[in-house]
């Protein structure tokens, strides 16, 4: 039994985990077609936003691959899932919004949208719902709900209370396997190219399954009696994000199968629109290397001057906070980018101790790979009034954000010269809570130093 692998990262990824099985028809070119089409015990996926993968599955083999995954860079960085794809709960309405519902089930909250139920829903509702999207920690998003209770395997999902094959009788009837009674398999467009014993051994294990999952609903307590709690665990979910550390080290290793130009990932993980022009240069230039293109990037796709960028501010626990919008004011061509934001009045600067007041100004300096960034306020009349140097994982510049995770430890230079460090306890409880790999802390305190050192 073997992991599934999709999306972006799919090949370098393939380089890096055993076990590989199920490849799409791209990824068996690479590999000269070698990997088997066993079923898979955890699937990998690309998360929406590219920034980083989901590992769905037996929770043995998610933590293998999770932890695997992340070891690819100092700044890959990982978190289990509260709300794990496919576990099913008790859960109670807690608010009603426009377009669906939200349910606390007892280990968080998730979203149900009115579209998956036909019953009215409204506020202390109680009902049996399942995990159908679970979220990554760093996106707004809460874990997407459903009513209806599927099984998620590959290369078929079986539903329970569908009767028959979604595509037909045909396939089932064919098959040397039978779906388990009450449940009906949806099966996945690459079943087609697969033989009919492997796809009975994917309906066989899934039916396994089903089973467990039928028994343990069989003598469940009523919603009504249960709510917020769980029934069934599901599989895990675990989280990685990838850091630009991270994405060129996938690079190196999508290098070693197939042509790979510098920042393969970089570029993907940056816009949709960036992959056809990234799979045009790999066919036509396949000995490609050299620097990230950052010049020709950023003026095909963004930003550039006048651009609005937002500011996403990791955190090492998994959260994204957004300190945007602000307006690039400058571009240089080697990998910098200038950002101003106008301030509201009202609290004060972390660290600097000096009031926000109206018609301040945040100026910031940001460079590409770069493990620190500068940020001058100034006042209405031009005034320093202080500069926060961040220390965080090297900085990416997408079209529409800056993105890193903050590391906790930074520089601040008072308006008066005087420097500072700040937060090194708040880097150490983040190593203490295995948020920040030590390798990680070892280079944010180095960082640190240079910059403190500098100024």
Same mark, same amino acid.
């Given at each position: 039994m073997g992991? /599934?692998i999709r999306?972006?990262?799919?090949?370098?990824?393939?380089?890096?985990?055993?076990?590989?099985?199920q490849?799409?028809g791209a990824i068996a070119?690479?590999v000269?077609?070698?990997?088997?089409?066993d079923p898979?015990?955890?699937t990998?996926e &690309? &998360?929406?936003?590219?920034?980083?993968?989901?590992?769905?599955?037996? @929770?043995?083999r998610?933590?293998?691959?999770?932890e695997?995954?992340a070891?690819v860079g100092?700044d890959a960085?990982r978190?289990?899932?509260a709300?794990p794809?496919?576990?099913?709960y008790?859960g109670?309405?807690?608010?009603?919004?426009?377009? %669906?519902?939200l349910?606390?089930?007892g280990d968080g909250?998730?979203?149900?949208?009115?579209g998956?139920?036909s019953? /009215?829903i409204?506020?202390?509702?109680?009902?049996?719902?399942?995990?159908?999207?679970?979220a @990554?920690p760093?996106?707004?998003d809460r874990p997407v709900?459903?009513?209806d209770?599927?099984?998620r395997?590959g290369?078929?999902?079986l539903?329970?209370g569908?009767?028959v094959?979604?595509?037909?009788?045909?396939?089932?009837?064919v098959?040397p396997?039978?779906?388990?009674e %009450?449940?009906g398999?949806?099966?996945a467009?690459a079943?087609e190219d697969e033989?009919?014993?492997?796809?009975a051994?994917a309906?066989?294990?899934a %039916?396994?399954v089903a089973?467990?999952l039928?028994?343990?609903?069989a003598?469940?307590?009523p919603?009504?009696?249960h709510?917020p709690?769980?029934?069934?665990?599901g599989?895990a &979910?675990?989280?990685?994000?990838?850091?630009?550390?991270?994405?060129?080290a996938l690079?190196?290793?999508?290098?070693?199968?197939t042509?790979?130009?510098?920042?393969?990932?970089?570029?993907k993980?940056?816009?949709?629109?960036a992959?056809?022009?990234v799979d045009?240069?790999e066919a036509?230039?396949p000995?490609?290397?050299?620097e990230?293109?950052?010049?020709a990037?950023t003026?095909?796709?963004g930003?550039t001057?006048g651009?609005?960028?937002a500011?996403?501010?990791?955190?090492p626990? %998994?959260?994204?906070?957004?300190l945007g919008?602000?307006?690039?004011?400058?571009?240089? @061509?080697?990998?910098g980018l200038?950002?101003?934001?106008?301030?509201s009045?009202?609290?004060?600067?972390d660290?600097l101790?000096?009031?926000?007041?109206a018609?301040?100004?945040?100026v910031?300096d940001?460079t590409?790979?770069?493990s620190?960034y500068p940020?001058?306020?100034?006042?209405?009349?031009?005034?320093r009034?202080?500069?926060?140097?961040n220390?965080c994982? @090297?900085?990416?510049i997408?079209?529409?954000e800056v993105r890193?995770v903050d590391l906790?430890v930074d520089v601040?230079k008072?308006?008066?010269? &005087?420097?500072?460090r700040v937060?090194?306890?708040?880097?150490?409880?983040?190593?203490?809570?295995g948020?920040?790999?030590?390798?990680?802390a070892a280079?944010?305190?180095?960082v640190?130093s240079?910059?403190e050192?500098?100024?």
């Open positions: 992991v /599934r999306g972006i990262y799919a090949t370098a990824l393939t380089e890096r985990l055993s076990g590989v099985v490849p799409s070119a690479r000269d077609g070698s990997l088997p089409s898979a015990e955890a990998v &690309t &998360t929406a936003d590219r920034q980083g993968i989901g590992v769905h599955g037996d @929770p043995e998610v933590a293998a691959v999770a695997r995954a070891d100092r960085l978190w289990s899932a709300l794809a496919g576990a099913v008790a109670e309405v807690t608010e009603t919004l426009g377009s %669906g519902a349910v606390d089930v909250t998730g979203f149900l949208p009115y998956t139920t019953r /009215r409204e506020t202390g509702d109680a009902l049996r719902v399942q995990v159908s999207e679970p @990554p760093w996106v707004d709900l459903d009513t209770v599927r099984l395997r290369l078929l999902d539903v329970r569908a009767a094959d979604a595509r037909g009788p045909t396939l089932v009837d098959l396997a039978d779906p388990p %009450g449940w398999p949806i099966w467009d079943a033989a009919h014993a492997t796809l051994d309906l066989e294990a %039916g396994e089973a467990a039928e028994a343990a609903l003598d469940a307590t919603p009504a009696d709510a709690g769980r029934y069934w665990a599989d &979910t675990a989280w990685v994000w990838f850091g630009r550390e991270a994405r060129f690079d190196d290793a999508r290098a070693s199968v042509p790979t130009m510098p920042g393969h990932h970089r570029l993980a940056a816009t949709d629109a992959s056809p022009a045009f240069v036509l230039c000995a490609a290397d050299g990230f293109p950052f010049d990037a003026r095909q796709f930003p001057e651009d609005t960028v500011i996403g501010h990791g955190k626990d %998994g959260r994204r906070l957004d919008p602000g307006e690039v004011v400058d571009r240089d @061509p080697d990998g200038t950002v101003e934001r106008e301030m009045p009202g609290g004060t600067y660290a101790g000096v009031e926000r007041e018609g301040d100004v945040a910031t940001f590409e790979g770069r620190w940020t001058v306020y100034r006042g209405a009349e031009g005034e009034r202080g500069t926060y140097v220390v994982t @090297p900085v990416e997408f079209p529409r890193y906790h601040v008072h308006a008066d010269g &005087t420097v500072e937060d090194d306890d708040e880097l150490d409880d983040a190593v203490a809570a948020h920040v790999p030590e390798a990680l280079r944010a305190r180095e640190a240079a910059v050192s500098a100024l």
